[in-house]
């Protein structure tokens, strides 16, 4: 039961141009929302995150909005660095149980 | 380096063999979570303690899954009989809370690639 999706396993984008990532979730209860970053080799470290009485946090070039009657969020990266080229997930909290999406990797191409 | 650390990175045994894996959170975290990640999948929560108390076990954590965290410090993961669909990546996360609540913040350590063969 995939309560957190992320649709798109994969994303390139032009060095400087926006990429925006996708995040579905199908448990309403779920009231906080967070960005992870994974680089290969490593752990996923913490990016963004966002309270359901938000609708826009945003930090730096990342910027992430939420959608509660569509269960949908984003993250915004504008602009782009190659640097942020790494699987991205989403995660929602509910109890103590963190729910992950299946990631998305970007390639940010120079 | 204050992080997560886990030990061994990786691991490759025999089908039928028990193996133990470690965490070190952050010092100061009383919370510590063990999650399993395979190939194209995002990280799936396993376990959950709070200080010495395991408070959480997913239903993906079989009879012959166990995990202690004895002190309230470091953690061991040990895969008892192992099969091959246990192979995947362990990963350890801790983060700071409390009782009422407290951070959603974790930090993940580099995880543990466990391969059975």
């Known amino acids: 039961d995939q309560q957190v999706k992320q649709n798109s396993p994969s994303l390139s984008v032009q060095e400087g141009r926006i990429s925006i990532l996708n995040c579905d979730y199908t448990?309403?209860?779920?009231?906080?929302f967070l960005w992870y970053k994974k680089y290969p080799a490593e752990g996923p470290t913490f990016l963004i995150s966002?309270?359901?009485?938000?609708d826009k946090n945003e930090d730096g070039r990342f910027t992430v909005f939420l959608n509660k009657s569509a269960k949908h969020l984003s993250l915004h990266i504008v602009p782009s660095q190659p640097g942020d080229s790494a699987v991205y997930f989403c995660?929602?909290?509910?109890?103590?149980?963190?729910?992950f999406g299946t990631g998305t990797s970007l390639t940010v191409i120079p | 380096d204050t992080g997560v650390s886990q030990d061994p990175r990786h691991k490759i045994t025999k089908r039928g063999q028990n193996v133990t894996f470690r965490c070190d959170p952050i010092s100061e975290h009383n919370r510590l979570y063990w999650y399993r990640q395979t190939l194209g999948q995002g990280p799936e929560f396993l376990t959950y303690?709070?200080?010495?108390?395991?408070?959480?076990k997913s239903r993906l954590l079989s009879d012959r899954f166990s995990a202690e965290r004895p002190k309230g410090s470091f953690s061991t993961l040990e895969i008892q009989r192992t099969e091959q669909g246990d192979s995947a990546m362990y990963l350890c996360?801790?983060?700071?809370?409390?009782?009422?609540?407290?951070?959603?913040?974790?930090?993940f350590g580099p995880g543990t690639r466990l391969t059975v063969t």
């Open positions: 996360a801790s983060s700071l809370g409390s009782v009422q609540g407290g951070s959603y913040e974790q930090y």
């Open positions: 995660a929602a909290p509910r109890g103590d149980q963190f729910y």
């Open positions: 966002i309270s359901s009485i938000k």
């Open positions: 303690f709070q200080n010495e108390a395991q408070l959480e």
């Open positions: 448990n309403s209860m779920f009231d906080y």
